[in-house]
């Protein structure tokens, strides 16, 4: 499937994750991390609600999802992590689908999660917006989307990389420990003119490239 902005970044991306460095890597962990457990326990509603796994990579999360009950739909751009998230849960739904041009009804899911700074992945900004657009699109009112990004303002500040984010309320920061970070200012969780380069590298492309 081609990603919508296929730009030089996204295809190393891409090629990234279709390496064997990049299956190591993701199938090393399975299930949730503690901060990531703490996130959706304050965020999320209980279980069995529906949750949409963005980047879900070879399922860590998605298990931990099923795990604590909720009823998960995870997507990917690799179709080479999907095939190992495939193969470790196939009980579980895994769908090629590129995060900015999300293929559900409106007001389908409880939560979305995009974890492990996945979302730095989307390049250029105008990606992640549209990420974000179509997440609330396919949250029903109220919803909360948690994910984690790379943000030199955040990390310089208070350590803080992660985000639970709903229309009402903007963007709530945290720290790595996961507390509320309440020195970073909500609005540079996404890149801004002076940041967008870094935060691209972070799956080993430079924007430039
Ligand atoms: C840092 S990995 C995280 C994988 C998984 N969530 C984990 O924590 O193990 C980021 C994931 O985002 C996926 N990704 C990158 N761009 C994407 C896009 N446009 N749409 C959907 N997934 C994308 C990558 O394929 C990769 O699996």
Redesign the pocket.
């Known amino acids: 499937m081609t990603?919508?902005?296929e730009t030089s970044v996204?295809k190393q991306?891409?090629a990234y994750?279709a390496s064997a460095r990049?299956a190591a890597?993701?199938t090393r962990?399975d299930g949730l991390?503690p901060i990531e457990q703490q996130l959706i326990a304050e965020f999320m509603p209980p279980p069995p609600a529906g949750i949409l796994?963005?980047?879900?990579?070879?399922?860590?999360?998605t298990i931990g999802l099923s795990r604590a009950g909720y009823t998960a739909i995870a997507?990917?751009?690799?179709l080479e992590?999907l095939t190992l998230a495939r193969r470790r849960y196939p009980h579980l739904d895994f769908r090629q689908?590129?995060?900015?041009?999300l293929a559900f009804p409106v007001d389908t899911f409880d939560a979305a999660?995009?974890?492990?700074?996945?979302?730095?992945?989307?390049y250029p900004v105008a990606?992640r917006e549209q990420?974000l657009v179509g997440v609330c699109r396919v949250l029903k009112p109220g919803a909360t989307f948690i994910f984690s990004t790379h943000n030199l303002v955040g990390g310089i500040c208070s350590g803080g990389y992660w985000y639970a984010f709903s229309p009402s309320s903007g963007a709530i920061p945290f720290c790595a420990n996961g507390t509320h970070d309440t020195k970073t200012p909500a609005a540079s969780n996404f890149s801004t003119a002076r940041h967008r380069d870094e935060q691209s590298t972070?799956?080993g492309a430079r924007a430039s490239a």
Not at 53 to 61: E, H, K, S, V
Not at 113 to 122: A, T, V
């Open positions: 990603p919508r902005h996204v991306n891409l994750y990049s890597e993701y962990e991390r796994d963005l980047g879900c990579g070879a399922g860590r999360t997507i990917d751009l690799s992590l689908m590129d995060a900015t041009e999660l995009f974890s492990y700074n996945g979302i730095d992945c989307l990606a990420c972070n799956c």
